[in-house]
């Protein structure tokens, strides 16, 4: 008799985003005149750059022509874009990285959903309070999370490092050791940035106690401050104890386009198993590769004129996180992030929970963020607005919010 | 200290594929000037058809443009996609299919694997010998498998079903009860196919013993003859026992563009739990959709150009396996399948083990077919060959293998 995974079961609720979507759909039917702004879920709005429209034009061609036609990709990634990334976002930055390090995929959530996969089921995880819900998720599915306790509003094999107010919503090292640690920088959904030094730390630590971080990435192209790393292996060490996930969906606007990468050095091992071939086997077992013409956009993605042009986009979604950051503190609001990433996290008013207030906003402004409590219960009270919308929907968000 | 999953460990060898690129990679170092055919891996070889390549540069048109851009696209796929597979995949075959009951995504493969984690650790699955590696290997790694025994090329928790001459490669029923089975039909490797009479045993049999088939369908394109069902939903009660996979890499040459779907229809349960919403659930947290541009390319499929296009690519390879079934039984050899698959299962000759005949094809034909033994034990003394290359190669191949 068929038994279903009981661990499924354990999750609380449904996954956060599509809660959201729900309550933005109802309240669209229920006022179908309603102006909706939706700066949630953290979807981009500006259209692919020229660079890549034209990348996939000629890949398109080349896939309707027997001579140039491509079937299955190499299980790890065309050796055009990994050699290009080893270049470009890892040598560059003097990070000692080369292409058979880097693992294309589908996008960053899948690589940091099924990472968990090689490691045992008895390690233990530690992951920061606020946190995108996949990482807890995918260990609550394989097992490692232990039970939800609804009391705590939290799973009670997982170690939590709030990020709070009081600490500048930077985790500080657990007390108890875990074995995979999960950190994001720039983080989602807070915004906040992680100095070199402070992750030189975090590394070291890892490599003291043996634990290995899974390093989320995926904002780096949000980084305006000179201190602040845009990879992990920017710091001394972390070979031998980081997995580090990039995006192109945030940088390069491909979060319909799906495409992203995850480094993992020959060096690294969990005990005496080097990761580098698990994660090859994972791949050559359970993924075909990336489509040709979507590496063939992503390898637009470093040409001199893909990079003009995505260096403009990105600035533009910053200009937003200013509208947002400077619009609401004008207003009196407690904002934080917006400088090195895409997310503003603000407070919200009146001891208000986080859905009070995405319910407000919703009515009173129609305008859609994330509440910070979905997160993580160190996140209730926030509330998380990106910069991603449009220019004119932004602005006209921020006015809104600031006439309630 | 991380630890890392040792199921991982249990895995003997690479992955085939892998290992036959590999000896395909450094003979061709060693001969440089010889000239290889691969009938191997199942790759096609024609460019994708006329009406793909026009929803392909249309979709990639819209990306362009802030109107019409996509950002995320819905987790289980575009409304436009799933609404055209269920009407033309499902309903005009008479199985009760609804469009919310498919699920797209990025091709079979990824589905075959990834499915098992919905159900409990303590499953036991049973799978045909010789077998697409996928599904035993991804239980390995989920520990669901035992631990391999080298005497016996199995593994201790799996329940084998060998598929033989002398059951003219149809699996029987097993002693043991299993509670998923894994069956593909058209079958890779064999290139059998089963009678809708036939099947209906099977789903009659997985109703009693409340087991759940995982019928793999990605070879329906190749279906000629008209009592081989082209869906197990076809059979009566199949939607309280089956999960079904389908690609479009074979019926229209999207090994390099990625994407298939899955069936889950609603009324489908392990005991009590329904499996609609847990596959719904590992969607929303592990994956981000299939890109728009490539569900825009699947939907040309069903277009009547597409239909018409693709109808004469997949005759353009069934004409191939007529060429290699007809060539090797006139030159001799056993062969089976290429009738109502893509593929032709042949023995090889003088009592030689698979590998052996691998290398003397690459060797003295140079030829690559893929080692039978490498699908499981009972696929010893079998080999398979694909009828994807090109027609002229296809001839030349089989030329050369009638010479040996």
Redesign the interface.
């Known amino acids: 008799?068929?038994?279903?995974?009981?661990n499924?079961?354990k999750?609380p609720g449904?996954?956060l985003?599509?809660m959201i979507g729900k309550k933005v759909r109802e309240y669209g039917e229920a006022h179908p005149d309603a102006d909706i702004i939706r700066l949630g879920?953290g979807?981009?709005?500006?259209?692919?750059a020229?660079a890549?429209?034209d990348a996939?034009?000629k890949a398109?061609?080349e896939?309707?022509?027997?001579a140039t036609?491509?079937?299955?990709?190499p299980?790890l990634g065309y050796d055009f874009l990994r050699n290009v990334i080893a270049e470009q976002d890892y040598k560059a930055r003097g990070c000692d990285i080369s292409a058979d390090e880097i693992f294309v995929a589908?996008?960053a959530?899948?690589d940091c959903?099924?990472i968990q996969?090689?490691?045992?089921?008895?390690?233990k995880i530690a992951v920061c309070d606020p946190v995108y819900?996949?990482y807890v998720?995918?260990n609550v599915?394989a097992?490692r999370a232990g039970d939800y306790d609804a009391a705590t509003e939290r799973f009670t094999k997982v170690i939590y490092m709030p990020c709070t107010e009081a600490n500048g919503f930077m985790p500080e090292f657990p007390k108890e050791d875990p074995?995979?640690i999960y950190l994001c920088f720039p983080n989602n959904p807070t915004g906040s940035a992680i100095t070199k030094s402070k992750l030189q730390e975090w590394v070291d630590y890892a490599n003291r106690?043996?634990?290995?971080i899974l390093y989320d990435a995926a904002y780096e192209a949000y980084i305006s401050e000179d201190d602040i790393p845009h990879s992990i292996f920017e710091c001394e060490g972390a070979r031998t104890c980081a997995i580090e996930f990039r995006s192109f969906s945030k940088n390069a606007?491909f979060?319909?386009?799906?495409l992203g990468f995850t480094v993992i050095p020959k060096d690294l091992k969990?005990?005496d198993?080097a990761?580098h071939p698990?994660w090859a086997?994972?791949h050559?077992?359970?993924?075909?590769?990336?489509?040709?013409?979507?590496q063939r956009a992503g390898e637009a993605v470093y040409s001199p004129e893909g990079k003009a042009q995505l260096k403009e986009q990105v600035a533009y979604y910053m200009k937003n996180a200013r509208v947002i950051y400077d619009g609401l503190k004008g207003a009196g609001y407690d904002v934080s992030g917006g400088v090195n990433a895409p997310y503003i996290w603000l407070k919200a008013p009146n001891n208000m929970t986080s859905w009070e207030f995405f319910d407000l906003l919703l009515d009173k402004a129609n305008v859609v963020g994330t509440p910070g409590s979905g997160f993580g219960p160190s996140g209730e009270h926030f509330f998380r607005l990106t910069a991603f919308g449009?220019y004119e929907n932004t602005v006209r968000a921020v006015d809104r919010i600031k006439k309630l």
């Open positions: 008799m068929a038994k279903a995974n009981d499924y079961l999750l449904s996954y985003f599509s879920i979807d981009v709005t500006q259209p692919l020229p890549i429209i996939l034009h398109v061609d896939m309707g022509n027997a036609f491509k079937g299955y990709a299980d589908d996008g959530k899948s959903a099924n996969e090689i490691f045992s089921v008895d390690n819900p996949v998720d995918s599915m097992g074995d995979l106690i043996g634990a290995i606007g979060t319909g386009v799906r969990a005990g198993t990761l698990l086997r994972r050559g077992t359970k993924y075909n590769g990336a489509p040709y013409i979507i449009t």
